[in-house]
Antibody, heavy 126, light 111 residues
């Protein structure tokens, strides 16, 4: 059974950097899947942050791209999110999710997210 | 730009059926989507991948009461025999080679 578990500080100061890790069990981070970060602000819907493949290929939400980095640690079977220059608007529950690979005309990319972590709450406040 | 549109709310009675809709925008009407359920105070749960032809692949342990269908740009999630714990937010998700997109979600109330 594949499980994802988010971890990281629950409180980050404004203008600081948010750092979260997602530990993967039951699947290899080096498999053919993509690894996503998604967030949900209080009372709002789901917002995709970005995804990565173990090769290092990454894709980001254009609205967050300048502040976000997703990286993978294959030795620990985990991947991470860093978001810089945070403000109160970044207060949210952050989820990691596995994206199944989709291939078309020989080009493969991340598709449906079929396994989710339970989420971790991050509050941006001084 | 890839966009998914969902009605903000829906309601149906206990034991009845309900059909939720997710609409793909022009130029993207052939895309597959995924449906996710988010119960109150919980994380999302993958329900199914739904293709343009209505074929669908459900996640592990998803009951037969949940089914999907498609018509043109519309992607549907039908829940039959509604139970109280079906009261939740339902999100659709789609993807292409550059991005992932979620719909705004539909809040389902079971009366």
């Amino acid at each position: 059974q594949v499980q994802l578990q988010e971890s990281g500080p629950g409180l980050v100061k404004p203008s600081g950097t948010l750092s979260l890790t997602c530990a993967v069990s039951g699947d290899s981070i080096s498999s053919s899947n993509w690894w996503n970060w998604v967030r949900q602000s209080p009372g709002r819907g789901l917002e995709w942050i970005g995804e990565m493949y173990h090769s290092g290929s990454t894709k980001y939400n254009p609205s967050l791209k300048s502040r976000v980095t997703i990286s993978v640690d294959e030795s620990k079977n985990q991947f991470s999110l860093k978001m810089s220059s945070v403000t109160a608007a970044d207060t949210a529950v952050y989820y990691c999710a596995r994206g199944r690979r989709v291939c078309e005309i020989g080009y493969c990319y991340g598709g449906p997210m079929d396994v989710w972590g339970k989420g971790t709450t991050v509050t941006v406040s001084s | 730009q890839l966009v998914l549109t969902q009605s903000p709310s829906a309601s149906a009675s206990l034991g009845a059926s309900v059909k939720l809709t997710c609409t793909l925008n022009s130029g993207h009407t052939t895309y597959a989507i995924a449906w996710h359920q988010q119960q109150p105070e919980k994380g999302p749960r993958f329900l199914m991948r739904l293709n343009r032809d209505g074929s669908h692949t459900k996640g592990d342990g998803i009951p037969d009461r949940f089914s999907g269908s498609s018509s043109g740009a519309e992607r549907y999630l039908t829940i039959s025999g509604l139970q109280s714990d079906d009261e939740a937010d339902y999100y659709c998700q789609t993807w292409d080679s550059d991005t992932q997109v979620f719909g705004g979600g539909t809040k389902l109330t079971v009366l």
